[in-house]
């Protein structure tokens, strides 16, 4: 889900989600672009070489991954 090209429908099902989210984003680091998944309070969990690789992961840790630009 795209956080700046979404639906009500996307908001509130992120809202009444019961999976807690986490934000996945990109940052750059030594090694380049990287993408980070977050928690909901700004804290780094992990870090992936694709967003794709840190979308699945979060899923895979049942959470509920948004993507931010």
Given at each position: ?69
């Amino acid at each position: 889900m795209d956080i700046l090209n979404n639906t009500d429908s996307d908001v509130c099902s992120i809202i009444l989600s019961p999976l807690p989210a986490a934000y996945v984003r990109p940052v750059i680091t030594d090694k380049g672009r990287n993408y980070a998944v977050c928690s909901a309070d700004g804290t780094q969990l992990a870090l992936f070489a694709t967003q794709d690789a840190a979308y699945f992961a979060a899923k895979q840790h049942d959470l509920e991954p948004v993507l931010l630009n």
